[in-house]
């Protein structure tokens, strides 16, 4: 299994709360439809970065299938444009 951690900050003026609401309607309804994505959750954060993206996956190439899959690219354009900035990292257990 990989578990796959990203940490975002908001473009200034963005509305945290709005914002985590609408991430969180496009890509947890993906859990089911991509393959090998088993886990996935968007929650604010309260540490300096405004949201925390938690996912489960079967493995690596489940991983880097979601990350091209077309649901997932277009989920992205729901809210793409309102992301500052983003620190990712990946991990097998």
Do not use: C
Not at 11 to 30: F, N, W
Not at 39 to 61: K, P, T, V
């Amino acid at each position: 299994m990989v578990k796959h951690i990203v940490l975002y900050t908001l473009k200034e003026g963005v509305d945290q709360t709005e914002a985590v609401k609408l991430i969180a309607s496009v890509l947890e309804p993906l859990v089911g439809k991509i393959p090998g994505l088993l886990h996935l959750e968007i929650r604010q954060a309260f540490n300096g970065m405004d949201y925390a993206l938690y996912s489960e996956f079967e493995s690596r190439e489940a991983l880097e299938n979601y990350a091209v899959h077309p649901l997932h690219q277009e989920a992205k354009t729901h809210f793409f444009h309102l992301l500052d900035s983003r620190v990712a990292a990946d991990y097998q257990v």
